[in-house]
């Protein structure tokens, strides 16, 4: 379906490293891969030491944070693995430079959809954080945050459209509603109230406060016991050692609470986790900063059916909120004592609580929140498709006819081999796998022919004129009279032995264009001996497009052998099927003669004003024009660059114009057409429209991208929403070729009536 995901990216920190960022990025990555079925993830991560970490095989690049030239190679590394949507991870503790700034010029030169998910949205940033995030918003396709407050901010202070802003709970583990006292055998605490804080330690987790409470819980419940899981943070542990374990451990002891305070100083496996949190009868988060607008921590307990106690930092107030769990003011010891006491002394509305929790936590699962995330990606790809982002400022300034590149079969020559063009490229290398085609070899020998014309000094066109024509000439059956089309690397043709009714046609227009323009006697001979044999089959085809390229090669044997009466017959004949075909099939907004419109559609219109001009028939003629005339208009975008019908989707009659992937193919085409109805019109405007198809090679398109690359003479494959397709394959390339070579041919036409 249009805007299928086919290959996702993600970017932030990764497990092993130690944070809360890394398990939530290598948890909704792993939770994507797995319901992404056949799509494969792979993940960019950020270090914050030279060596790096002992990553998992889903880790493909890394990125040294404060190395800023890095970050221009990760952007590199990720355009050409041409992901369909990037993931990020964002806090700005994270990534180099001030706020983390670093990140901006990478998300920049990405061309794919980019989804940011927000870890910290601040009330009162300081300018550096507030550009950061401005910029995000700007470039990000979506901003995706965890709680209901995150996107109030984001609205209110950061002026970010509530269109451009996702809700998407923080993931949890799926783990069934038990009773605590199934796990507390697991640490030997089996009959004994369980307190629970797990996280990397910092000062400001508050955990003090809740020791002090300690005092005078244990006055109540002699035999509590409070785990605190999880080592010190590593950042804390590098500027300042273990000190705040030390002094938490110290004040243990001034308590005697050391029998009811465990220190378990460790990260731990999530696995491991769940047991803990299954213990656990009260979860608390005696947090000290307000402005938190997130908690895996805080998630994980609710979600799992914990009884949760907390302060009132951003995250908790709404995730508590409706009798989820109960909020105590800041650093008051007296308030967490007596809360916790109690909700130990009643059960009832300590179990009511974690169902609360629990029931809420349903939707938080990883398996949801990744079935969230795939849906949000599929959309914003959807959107690229409609609505693209260009990629780069400025527009390419080549206006004039008289400024053409200059033609260069380097990657043509690359592509082909002693049996011909190979079909496919893997980026700009022959792709061996997928072997030849007919049709990219008719199109190759249109290109050999032409360039021996108009650049017979380029290269020695007369042997690759050769090539292709030798191919036709052994693929084509001479039992069936028609062409075989795939022929393997290893020499064998595919199963399917006869090409389809399209193919056949582009070859007789190939081997007719040979016979009118060759340079070689030889060649000259095969091709319209071979154009004998498989002319007659194409009276039979229904395809209007086998019935339009058979009319443009007659009309090119014609140019050389005008008296060829049964070439003009059925000229005539296949030009009355496409023009009653129009007819047919035209209303007030569809002028075409299908119900929608696929591949090399200039074609048909272009077929019906060259055979209307020369047959001569005026209505023909007329109708040819005002087809392309529509056919122009719907493939021109309101800032007046072309825009073909895209092939993921096509355009239906009635529907939605697709308009990606769009494809060389189309403004070959178009070019071809409208130069043909400037010839017979002398009407400057169609100028302008091959113009304009001809510049969408250069970088006049959507993305602002060239596809031409100049320096080889190869042309991309097509044009994404968000990217060009990277391979350099045999159709794009001789397309590109034939159009520089069209518009050549008129520049000479020009030239010589101004002469």
Known sequence: MPGALQRIAFLGNYLPRRCGIATFTTDLCEAVNSLAGETPCFAVAMNDRTEGYPYPPLVRFEIEEERREQYDLAA??????????????????????????????????VRMPIITTLHTVLLEPNPDQRKVLTELAEISDRLVVMSPRAVDYLTTIYRVPESKIAMIHHGIPDMPFVDPNYYKDHFNVEGRPVLLTFGLLSPNKGLEYMIEALRRIVTKYPNIVYIIL???????????????RLGLQQRVRELGLESNVLFMNRFVELSELCEYLGCADIYVTPYLNPAQITSGTLAYALGTGKAVISTPYWYAEDMLAEER??????????????????LLVNETERHAMRKRGYTLGRSMVWKEVARSYIELMQTVREERLTRPKPVTATLPAKDRIDELPELNPHHLMVLTDSVGIIQHAKFSVPNRHFGYSTDDQARALIVAVKGSNHKPHAIDWVALEAKYLAYLYHAFDEKSGRFRNFLTFRGDWEPLKEATEDVHARAVWALAQTVAHTLSDGHRGLAMQLLEEAIGATLTFTSPRAWAFTILGIQEYLRHFSGATAFRREREDLALRLLQQFERNQSNDWSWPEDQLTYSNARLAHALIEAGKWMPHDHMLDMGLRSLDWLDRIQTAPEGHFVPVGTNGWFHRGGEKARFDQQPLEACTMIDACLTAYRSTRDERWLTSARRAFDWFLGRNDLHVPLYDDATGACHDGLHADRINQNQGAESTVVWLLSVLTMSELEDEMNSANS
Not at 83 to 107: F, K, M, N, S, T
Not at 325 to 342: E, M, Q, W
């Open 325 to 342: 769990g109960k909020v105590v003011p800041f650093r008051n010891a007296d308030a967490l004592a007596d809360t916790v006491i109690d």
């Open 230 to 244: 999880g080592e010190t943070h590593p950042n804390v542990r590098h500027e300042h050692g273990e000190s705040y």
């Open 76 to 109: 590199d590394f990720i355009r050409l693995n041409q992901p369909d949507v990037l993931c990020v991870q964002h806090e700005y503790g994270i990534y180099g430079g001030r706020a983390g700034r670093y990140l901006i010029p990478l998300l920049r030169q």
